[in-house]
């Protein structure tokens, strides 16, 4: 598959990592330009590219830098994405330690990725951001293996979802339907879902459990 990886830190350079090793096509940017990821090119085979060529034609696009970047990111980013193109938001909102305050956040009382879906244009899929970024080089596992883990995965395109599900299979974790976009909050962080390392069942139960009270801690 056509991939575009936006953001090369923990999160999005393992996952550059690990899907290049499964064969897909990778471009990778950041925010210093494709100059800085030499190495991560040559370790990889991913192709480095500028922020703004990061989706062309990619099937499934990452976005993976900090909530604060967000607004920065540049307008139409995703315009020569594939059609059908599936998103996936591996953010988090940390306001106390670097982002600041997001006032659709903590005023509108959006979920995070209804944020990143309005900062990028365009519906995504929410996945991987409570799963330590070293676990998606050191946890895979085959499907069936009794401590395979799973991953949380909401958001209200369908289709996308699949393919992001089925996606984080061939990476080696199970997948949970933890529902729509406006559900996500139950894997936002201070969940307990929120860097769970649980089977199918444990991750559901999780879920159920989730509070929507976002704690003076997680604001600004
Ligand atoms: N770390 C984890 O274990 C983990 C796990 C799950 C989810 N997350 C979430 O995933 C997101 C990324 O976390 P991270 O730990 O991977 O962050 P990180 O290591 O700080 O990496 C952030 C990346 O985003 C890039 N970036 C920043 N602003 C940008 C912009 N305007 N345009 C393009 N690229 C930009 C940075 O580029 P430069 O390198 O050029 O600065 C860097 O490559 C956060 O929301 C985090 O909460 C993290």
Redesign the pocket.
Known sequence: MKIGI????????NLTRRLTALGHDVSV?????PH?LKELAEETGATPVR?EEAARGAEVVV?????K??E??PTGLLDGAAEGVAVID?????PKQ??GKILAIEVEGLTESRWTERAVGRPVIKA????????ILERPRPAGAPDRIALPVAGDDEAAKAVVRSLIDELGFDTVDAGGLDDSWRQQ?DTPVYGLRGNVAEVTKALAEASPERKPEWRA
Request: glycine content about 18%; proline content about 5%; aromatic content about 10%.
């Open positions: 936006i953001g090369a830190g923990n999160i999005g350079g940017a950041n925010s210093r330009g800085t922020i976005i993976a830098v900090p909530e970047a967000l920065n990111l591996t953010g988090n909102y940390y670097r982002d991987f951001n409570g799963t330590y970024a070293q676990d962080p």
